[in-house]
């Protein structure tokens, strides 16, 4: 997959990047504990920095329990809101990934609303939009299933916080039977706060899944345009009006943010590169590049892109067009396919799909989906239905990767074979040909390494250059013992043990721009696991357990951003494990990192 990865430096310039960079560094305030301030479920905070116009600004007055502005965080401090100070805090963490799959201690410590690094690119300044008055009105639809309750939270506020009050014309949150505590909680927040005529709480006669609770949700919807979020997003700012604008120039467009990434383990707000949606032969969704011939001057980074498909969760659509179309094909369960079938519906029956560049959203993007039961079972499924109705002879293409598919039942879809013919659609090769001509038809050899791609999960690219910035011992401080694996350097999975401090590979630390320490220039220093034993793993480059905090100095601590954990020798002695504690500045936590002078 990483071949079909576009890699940030490739499409945007250097002072784009550096821009952002600048406008992370906010201002500086107090110390780690105002940062980390815990807010309590009722609390609101009013939002920062917005344009007097938005919502929130109205009804700032009216909001009780008010606390006052939260410090910006610094960026760069951010990181340090995953440290885990007590057990306690390493409990709730644990059982936050384990139910969320993501950081719900760091999560819960940022709160209704924070600041985010505004990302779009420079480009998108000079556009202009109508004036919210003749911008159609929007219905926010949020369906959530088992959610954690500030992402949610912060989910809506960041909609509130940003969007112009005059085009909100509701946010629905569709709790699809999961938490009916979390569903009154949200209830009470809303009326509490006189939002209940705006966010509306409802929830599903039965467990639907995401797709057919959108369109439970999209049934009940009263604007104009349908938005629909995932339910751990933030929205930044000016994200809706470039949406609106390009639905209200043609009712038949499609649209989609960009889409930034919220790191699941720290919630550090990233941008993300111009791509635009493909899909492969398994049909699982892939992110393509943008062109430099496409991106030629600076105007481009702000013009809507075509896209062949959406990554799903994050769109905007005409409501009627919605339902003219045929919302979403009831059939498909649970998760996944939902976004394929919608994007060839769109192109192929008389609409178009964009990427809007100056929308940017951003979208906690998990390694794995908490919602048990068979996934690999109900997507293969749904792609079938998918296939079955809109791909005509190309789902051939489909049986190649995946032959075992032919024997699925993938229930009735006559009622979706006859909207394609009452819409008058057009068949595949149109779209092959006119939309999507980059992809090629599976050959022999790549079968192996597109099935390979498969079990790729949908994830942001990866940004694969890495430097090496120095290599180091990991030496104890004031011992002569340093850490190293206890296998060979090569074997993935080792523990970590202390040894005298040797110059072979199995001692020889390297440290990269990305933070992560790497054995041998072999594999990463990872810190996942309820063992609370660091391993050597293959570097996957998405940071979270594999990125580490030190100063290149003696005695520093060494920490790490996803478990809030710091090395630590359990015992001093030749052997003694290597574990990860709750941070101290006790003599066990303590590293000398002296650079190895190579020779
Ligand atoms: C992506 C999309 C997602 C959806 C999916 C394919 C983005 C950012 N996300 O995967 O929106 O299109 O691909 O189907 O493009 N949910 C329910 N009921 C369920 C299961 C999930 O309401 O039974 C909710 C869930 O709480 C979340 C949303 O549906 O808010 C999307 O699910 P996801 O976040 O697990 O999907 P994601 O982002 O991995
Ligand atoms: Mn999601």
Redesign the pocket.
């Known amino acids: 997959l990483s071949a079909l990865v576009p890699s940030w430096h490739d499409l945007e310039t250097v002072e784009h990047v550096k821009a952002i960079q600048r406008r992370q560094k906010f201002p500086t305030q107090g110390p780690l504990d105002k940062l980390s301030r815990i807010l309590k479920p009722n609390e609101i905070v009013p939002a920062v920095t917005k344009p007097a116009r938005t919502l929130h600004e109205r009804l700032k007055p009216k909001l009780s329990g008010s606390i006052g502005r939260p410090p910006p965080p610094r960026q760069d401090l951010w990181d340090d809101l995953g440290v885990a100070r007590n057990d306690e805090e390493i409990q709730e963490r644990e059982t936050g990934y384990a139910t969320y799959a993501f950081n719900t201690l760091v999560s819960r410590r940022i709160g209704l609303s924070r600041d985010i690094p505004d990302t779009r690119h420079r480009a998108c300044r000079k556009l202009e939009y109508p004036k919210p008055a003749h911008l159609p009105t929007a219905s926010v639809i949020?369906?959530?299933?088992?959610?954690e309750y500030h992402t949610l939270l912060r989910t809506v506020h960041s909609v509130l916080d940003r969007s112009p009050a005059k085009n909100l014309q509701e946010i629905i949150l569709?709790?699809?039977q999961?938490d009916i505590d979390i569903a009154t909680n949200l209830t009470q927040h809303f009326h509490r706060n006189k939002l209940d005529h705006l966010v509306r709480v409802i929830s599903s006669p039965e467990?639907?899944?995401?797709?057919r609770?959108?369109i439970f949700g999209a049934r009940q919807a009263t604007g104009q345009v349908l938005v629909?979020?995932?339910?751990?997003?933030e929205a930044n700012q000016g994200w809706l009006e470039p949406l609106l604008s390009r639905i209200h120039q043609n009712r038949s467009h499609v649209v989609?943010p960009i889409?930034d990434i919220i790191n699941a383990d720290t919630f550090k707000y990233e941008s993300s590169p111009l791509v635009r949606g493909g899909f492969n032969w398994g049909l699982h969704?892939k992110w393509d590049s943008v062109t430099r011939d496409e991106l030629q001057n600076e105007e481009a980074f702000a013009q809507p892109i075509k896209s062949p498909t959406?990554?799903?969760?994050?769109?905007a659509m005409d409501r009627k067009f919605f339902h003219d179309l045929g919302e979403y094909d009831p059939g498909?369960d649970?998760?996944?396919?939902?976004?394929l079938e919608l994007s060839f519906r769109v192109w192929m029956c008389g609409g178009a799909l964009e990427i809007i560049p100056c929308s940017r959203v951003g979208?906690?993007?998990?390694k794995r989906?908490?919602?048990g039961g068979n996934e690999a079972d109900t997507m293969i499924r749904?792609s079938l239905r998918v296939a079955r109705v809109w791909m005509d002879d190309y789902i051939e293409h489909y049986f190649k990767i995946n032959p075992d598919a032919r024997k699925v039942d993938y229930g009735d879809v006559s009622s979706r074979l006859e909207l394609r013919k009452s819409l008058q659609c057009k068949d595949f090769k149109w779209y092959m040909d006119n939309v999507y001509p980059d992809l090629r038809p599976p050959s022999e050899d790549e079968d192996d390494a597109l099935v390979k791609a498969d079990r790729v999960?949908?994830e942001p690219w990866n940004k694969r250059t890495r430097r090496y910035l120095r290599a180091f011992w990991i030496r104890l401080s004031g011992t002569r013992f340093c850490v190293r694996s206890a296998g060979e350097a090569s074997v993935k999975k080792s523990l970590l043990v202390l040894g005298p401090c040797m110059r072979n590979k199995e001692y020889l630390w390297y440290e990269t721009d990305k933070q992560e320490v790497i054995l041998a220039q072999l594999l990463c220093l990872d810190a996942e696991g309820k063992d609370r034993r660091p391993k050597l793993m293959k570097c996957h480059e998405l940071r979270g357990h594999q990125e580490w905090k030190f100063r290149s100095a003696e005695a520093s601590a060494i920490y790490n951003m996803a478990a809030g954990l710091c090395l630590t020798a359990k015992e001093k002695k030749m052997g003694g494990k290597v574990i990860l504690d709750v941070c101290s500045d006790g003599d066990s936590h303590m590293w000398d990192l002296s650079e190895i002078e190579q020779e």
């Open positions: 949020i369906c959530y299933f088992h959610e569709v709790n699809d999961s467990r639907l899944g995401l797709i609770a959108r629909f979020l995932d339910s751990h997003v989609t889409i969704f959406m990554a799903g969760g994050l769109f498909l649970i998760w996944g396919g939902e976004n979208h906690v993007f998990r989906r908490p919602y749904n999960r949908f």
